[in-house]
């Protein structure tokens, strides 16, 4: 083994082994190019707009098309769904219109909260999908549940993960639902301005799904394998306009905002008052370009992000929030590993930087601009810049940060991207390294995905520069899954240089050469309880080449998982672990005496969870693990505990505990992470939430209460509390109140 490591990752042939893997991969993609249109549906041409009640009394509507017949998807996809749901698709040269009546067996229709970008895991929903270009590969989601609750969401890589379903997209449309004993009906309007594509279009794809709680049943309209993702984009119909479109074209719009603060940090007893203002404008380039620009961004109305225990070795990626990296995110974000350990550009190093003491702190955005769209067919597009705010007294230099992307459609739903990050210093700093000046990162990744979504897979070839550093400097990726109807494998391989730098991006580990390999076997047995069942195993190791090719890492796994017809499930998890230590180590970060460098540890562990029908008024999920852990033992137990008020509130307790024993002279811990939360919706444009979370491991107490009122559409009044308290020596931390209020204004 030790040989052929060597042989992949000699000095020239790792840095081309890639290529080869790559032209597997080409060669894969060429078996499946024929997408799913075995539906079709005709939209026909209005003159007159339509009055949106929720009736569908409109002369239009009697004479419009329904796609209806839907097909399972869960519990089984063999059979067709047991409740009727019909869509309708009108359009005049503004709007397009959706019209939907879905039967139910009563009226108790289920509901979590009237918040918008609703969950559609726990409510009654039906959602439609837009894949306007016709690739396979990114699309625009509008979801409705019966009391006309909204949410809208951006997909992107081809619907098949949950990385690409961002719910943080925004845009006006309107809805209006009507609520009946045995059937609800919805009635949508989207601007046509809401969504890109191009002039003259005389075909869209369309998917259209439905979550019904009542029955525990999950269909869609063009029929999706059950070992996909309901969101799968490789899974769609056709819809046919009557006549061509014409200009998608964005108004103009200018959002503004006002934010007022005040805080006080009881650690260095310092009070501040504050009156902020910026904004964001946002302008339409052809037909499927957008131009964003902002100007002193705030993001003090963001969600607060989810605590966490960690008792692993490396940081933890946290997932973007703010609304200005959101749109068209994929083309930025995308690169690089497909499992997330080893991306060039992650967006939340934008506005964060390290002081004097090492620890992360916010670094103030100027202000930036963002480029992203369709350029035709074929080619996508994206370009960021952003400047951030110099921070002398903590030793922060302003940096100007870039980002140049290109994307090529390639085959029936696959791409070739190619990309360039930089990070630059503006001025001279004399607590600089000179060596910090710049860091920049060229690449290049394949992304396969076969019209059937069978296959799946990613190559990457990456290259980082710095100032008197441009030898070397690598990361790449192969990786390849194939998944038919009963079974999965999935294969990997990446190497990671010593010396690869991503400033922008997100690296767990470097200098370091990892196998991974999966295989999973699928049963989907008849006249049972049991929906599907699934029993595999799961491998990888990772090799040090500056260490002789010595193995660090190895993980064994055996699962075994369960899915009932009622949506519980319940995974079962043995783990047998290798670890050796290339640095001192404190699992319990609380000064104890650290687990020595240079040496081996081999450990197993094994781990049982269960989640409840997230349907119900009251509902479950908890986990438990335990084992060897180190040179030690380890026991977790963690449980979420949610009640809704349908609709009106969702109450839950998310609990943690975390036990490890270490032998002398090392440390023991015990972890406790509480979060309750509360969140009530007044109405469909007022809310209030409350977040408290607890963490021992971290020291504080944090208190997050947040009301939101929604007095025009995408505009809002927020005002913000939040509270952190010491929890060893209890006392209070920092505190701070904000009013912010922002306007979208069309031009």
């Known amino acids: 083994m030790t040989s052929l490591l060597t042989f992949l990752c000699a000095p020239r042939l790792k840095n081309f082994m890639p290529f080869v893997f790559t032209i597997l991969l080409l060669g894969t993609a060429l078996f499946a190019q024929a997408q799913n249109t075995d539906r079709s549906i005709r939209v026909k041409y209005i003159s007159s707009p339509i009055t949106l009640d929720g009736v569908l009394d409109e002369a239009e509507w009697q004479l419009a098309d329904k796609g209806g017949d839907f097909w399972q998807f869960f519990p089984s996809d063999k059979e067709k769904a047991m409740n ?7 359009y005049d040269d503004h709007t397009l219109y959706i019209g939907i009546r879905a039967d139910a067996q009563s009226d108790n229709y289920i509901v979590s909260s009237l918040r918008r970008d609703f969950g ?5 929903n039906v959602t439609l999908m837009f894949d306007t270009f016709k690739d396979g590969t990114t699309a625009f989601l509008f979801g409705m549940t019966p009391y006309g609750v909204q949410r809208e969401a951006f997909i992107s890589g081809g619907g098949s993960g949950r990385n690409g379903f961002n719910t943080s997209w925004d845009q006006k449309w309107q809805l209006e639902s009507t609520m009946h004993d045995d059937y609800y009906v919805l009635e949508a309007a989207i601007p046509l301005s809401s969504i890109k594509f191009h002039e003259g279009d005389k075909t869209w794809r369309v998917q259209c799904y439905r979550w019904d709680m009542q029955t525990n049943e999950q269909s869609a309209w063009a029929a999706v394998p059950q070992n ?13 306009f009557e006549k061509p479109l014409g200009k998608s074209r964005t108004p103009f719009a200018i959002i503004p905002y006002v934010n007022t603060l005040a805080s006080k940090d009881f650690t260095s007893d310092k009070t501040k008052s504050d009156f902020t203002f910026g ?4 302008l339409a380039i052809g037909n499927s370009m957008n131009l964003d620009i902002t100007v002193n961004p705030d993001f003090s109305n963001v969600e607060v992000d989810d605590i966490f225990t960690n008792l692993t070795r490396f940081e933890v990626f946290l997932p973007e929030k703010r609304q200005f990296f959101i749109d068209n995110n994929d083309l930025f974000g995308s690169y690089g590993d497909a499992y997330g350990s080893a991306n060039p550009f992650f967006s939340r190093r934008i506005g964060l930087a390290r002081d004097a003491n090492g620890n992360m702190i916010e670094n103030r955005i100027i202000g930036g601009v963002r480029l992203s769209g369709k350029l035709n067919d074929r080619w996508r597009l994206g370009f960021l810049n952003m400047q951030t705010d110099e921070d002398p007294g903590n030793e922060i230099a302003s940096n100007n940060n870039m980002m140049f992307t290109m994307q090529r459609k390639m085959f029936s739903r696959s791409s070739l991207g190619i990309f360039a990050v930089n990070r630059q210093t503006f001025g001279d700093y004399d607590f600089q390294d000179p060596n910090e000046e710049y860091n920049r990162v060229l690449g290049i990744d394949y992304n396969l995905a076969s019209a059937d979504n069978d296959w799946t897979g990613k190559f990457y070839l990456h290259k980082s520069l710095n100032p008197d550093d441009t030898e070397g400097n690598y990361s790449w990726q192969t990786t390849v899954t194939y998944q038919p109807r009963k079974f999965r494998y999935v294969f990997d391989l990446q190497y990671v240089d010593d010396e690869f730098q991503a400033d922008l991006g997100f690296v767990q580990r470097r200098g370091v050469f990892k196998n991974g ?7 989907y047995p008849e006249n049972s309880k049991i929906s599907f069942h699934d029993v595999g195993i799961m491998t990888v190791t990772y090799w040090r080449p500056n260490m002789d090719w010595k193995k660090t890492d190895h993980t064994y796994s055996l699962y075994y998982d369960i899915n009932f017809k009622d949506q519980s499930t ?12 290339t640095f001192p180590f404190d699992p319990t970060r609380s000064g104890a005496e650290p687990l020595p460098e240079n040496q081996g540890y081999t450990y197993n562990t094994f781990s049982v969870e269960y989640a409840s029908n997230p349907a119900k008024v009251f509902s479950l999920t908890a986990e438990t693990s335990g084992g060897e852990f180190y040179n030690g033992n380890s026991f977790s137990a963690s449980t979420v505990l949610t009640y809704r008020i349908q609709p009106w509130a969702s109450l839950s307790l998310n609990t943690r505990y975390d036990a490890l024993r270490l032998p002398d002279p090392h440390g023991d811990a015990d972890f406790w992470l509480v979060t309750p939360k509360v969140d009530v919706t007044f109405s469909k444009s007022v809310f209030w939430s409350t977040l408290v979370q607890y963490s021992n491991q971290r020291d504080n107490l944090g208190i997050n209460s947040r009301l939101q009122w929604r007095f025009a559409p995408l505009s809002d009044l927020y005002l913000v509390y939040n509270d952190n308290y010491f929890t060893k020596d209890f006392g209070p ?8 209020v922002s306007y979208w204004l069309n031009l």
Do not use: C, H, P
């Not at 505190?735 to 912010?740: E, G, H, T, W, Y």
């Open 84 to 90: 009727n749901t019909e869509f309708q698709l009108l």
């Open 120 to 124: 559609g895991t726990s409510n009654d």
């Open 228 to 240: 996909q993702m309901l969101s799968s984009l490789a899974f769609m119909g056709n819809m046919e």
């Open 279 to 282: 904004g964001d404008a946002k």
């Open 517 to 523: 390999n999966g295989f999973r076997v699928n049963f």
């Open 570 to 581: 319940i995974g079962l998890d043995f783990r047998n672990n290798y670890t050796y230590l």
């Open 733 to 740: 931390k920092f505190r701070s109140i904000n009013l912010k």
